[in-house]
Nanobody, 126 residues
Framework: QVQLVESGGGLVQAGGSLRLSCAAS????????IAWFRQAPGKEREGVSA????????YYANSVKGRFTISRDNAKNTVFLQMNSLKPEDTAVYYC???????????????????WGQGTQVTVSS
């Protein structure tokens, strides 16, 4: 199993930036994909971005392309999500998740991810 812990959330004004971190422990960090999801009040959890460990392939949802950047530091067992030009509609709890059976970074359903963090709140004020 893998344990994931998110950090870096907070309150920011529209147009601002935040960097989220997802620290992993419990299993070799270099052979599975990590994704970021978010869930706003009253809405379903949605995929935001994902990254593979082997070739650095990345996936972004259309809503965040050009504004968010995902990166991975295998030496530190950490995945980052740099969020720029934040909008009020980015407000949500952000979760990182690990797909322990695959290293592909793509738009995959929630049930493909076996391990989840506890989430970190991101609030963007207008």
């Amino acid at each position: 199993q893998v344990q994931l812990v998110e950090s870096g959330g907070g309150l920011v004004q529209a147009g601002g930036s935040l960097r989220l971190s997802c620290a992993a422990s419990g299993r070799t960090f270099s052979n599975y994909a990590i994704a970021w999801f978010r869930q706003a009040p009253g809405k379903e959890r949605e995929g935001v971005s994902a990254i593979s460990s082997s070739d650095g392939t990345k996936y972004y949802a259309n809503s965040v392309k050009g504004r968010f950047t995902i990166s991975r530091d295998n030496a530190k067992n950490t995945v980052f999500l740099q969020m720029n030009s934040l909008k009020p509609e980015d407000t949500a709890v952000y979760y990182c998740a690990a797909d322990l059976d695959s290293d592909y970074a793509e738009d995959k359903p929630i049930y493909e991810y076996e391990s989840w963090g506890q989430g970190t709140q991101v609030t963007v004020s207008s």
